[in-house]
């Protein structure tokens, strides 16, 4: 490339101190020098030459730093991007970690986690108990026995089982005469605790043999469960939800445990009740309370609801009514009861009455002998102001489906919804 003039930028080529002396040497005697000699001024920093090859130099030298300084600048772009590129992938890394591991926690909490299911949960408490001392190594054996024994059989052991509770209750009420005006009551339920084997997660099973033990006192259902004449294991009704998954039912919910319950701790909720009774041509609802719909975040809906269903059919005058009605599965985020009846005080609040899996048969035993003053109700009753979660759910029973009703239904519930209460 011809040399260009410091001066103007053009092209000088091998003329350039010809051209530098011909168009601009009027720029270029330094006043105040009396001597008449050429001086070079850089046109960049406004250093004075006596030669114009010491410009030329000098100039190349301020190009040569420009040049440079340019490179420089982009080297700490490319510095400035692959740092932040490492950033980004150190917080994406970092982020899909939490992911994995909040999955993980998630997995585990809802029994999804291929950590085994109830046998294995059983075995492993009873010998921590024995490794605490509170089981001696015989009763260890005789338990682990009667254990593969139900599991082999499919039939609950009955080991976390009390009857007569209702009959109970009926009795108490009929000689109740401080606040309770009347009191609706389930036929009659039998209550189920969870046990070494299903506890922390098996509330649902627990309260689907609840509602079974009801039908089953039922001649009304003899001809839909001639074959579950006696209360499933837990196991067992793993494998009947599963069945029911196979024949149709809620491919959605199936999915969500990768159509696999058996030999898992997964919890269980409304919609697999519902799918698992319709399999078995129970007619059922499944009841959305999606919002509170009374002040301070309570259910006073729901409450009506429960009143409307025992008291529909029996409103006679008796203060304790002892209905046919068959009891609700009633679920909410993280447990689930059973609801066998519900109060209205004198002053026209309501209580529900509930069977919880999370009491003990020693504590439902106490109600087989109810004392006078009812202080051991409080393990049932329930007050508006005391359910107070976000959402509700609850699984109603209400007669028995024909083969095509079946049909229809498992059908529907491929786009399972709930109907909801506003």
């Known amino acids: ?13 091998q003329e350039l101190q010809e ?3 011909a168009r601009h040497g009027h720029l270029l005697s330094a006043p105040g020098t009396g001597n008449g000699e050429q001086l070079y001024e850089c046109p960049m920093c406004s250093l004075t030459c006596t030669n114009i090859q010491i410009l030329e130099e000098h100039v190349d030298l301020h190009l040569e730093e420009d040049n440079f300084s340019e490179g420089g600048n982009i080297r700490d772009l490319e510095l400035a991007q692959q740092l932040q590129t490492e950033e980004d992938e150190r917080q ?15 997995q585990k909490q809802y029994g999804l986690d291929n950590s085994g299911g109830f046998k294995q949960q059983f075995l492993k408490n009873m010998e921590r108990e024995v490794d605490r001392g509170r089981m001696q190594p015989f009763e260890y054996h005789k338990r682990k026995a009667d254990m593969l024994e139900s599991l082999a059989s499919g039939i609950d052991d009955g080991r976390t089982k009390t009857s007569g509770v209702i009959e109970a209750l009926c009795k108490y009420y009929q000689n109740e005469n401080k606040d309770v005006r009347r009191v609706w009551l389930s036929a009659g339920v039998d209550h189920f605790h969870s046990s070494l084997g299903d506890r922390g997660w098996g509330c649902g099973y627990r309260n689907f043999q609840m509602l079974l033990s009801s039908l089953l006192q039922n001649s009304f259902y003899n001809d839909c469960l001639r074959d579950t004449t ?10 009947m939800i599963e069945d029911a998954w196979r024949e149709g039912f809620d491919p959605r919910g199936a999915s969500h445990f990768n159509n696999r319950l058996h030999g898992s701790k997964a919890w269980i909720g409304a919609c697999e009740i519902y799918s698992l009774l319709t399999s078995l041509r129970i007619k059922c609802q499944i009841i959305d309370f999606h919002k509170p719909t009374g002040p301070m975040g309570t259910h006073p809906r729901l409450f009506e609801w429960i009143l409307h269903y025992y008291s529909t059919d029996n409103e006679g005058g008796a203060k304790v009514v002892c209905t046919s009605k068959s009891p609700v599965y009633l679920q909410h985020q993280g447990h689930s009861r059973t609801v ?16 919880d899996p999370g009491c003990s048969s020693q504590e439902m035993q106490k109600l087989l002998k109810q004392s006078s003053d009812g202080t051991g109700l409080k393990l049932l009753r329930k007050f508006v102001g005391s359910l107070k979660e976000k959402q509700y759910q609850i699984v109603a029973v209400d007669g028995v489906l024909s083969l095509e009703e079946k049909a229809a239904r498992c059908r529907a519930s491929q786009v399972l919804t709930s109907e909801k209460i506003p």
């Open 230 to 239: 006696l209360i499933p294991s837990i196991p067992k009704i793993q494998s």
């Open 19 to 21: 051209h530098v002396r």
């Open 92 to 106: 994406r890394s970092e982020e899909e970690k939490r992911e994995r591991e909040e999955f993980k926690k998630l």
């Open 1 to 13: 490339t011809p040399p260009e003039c410091p001066f103007c930028g053009e092209a000088a080529g």
């Open 340 to 355: 066998v009846g519900i109060e209205e005080k004198k002053n026209k609040s309501l209580c529900l009455l509930l069977f």
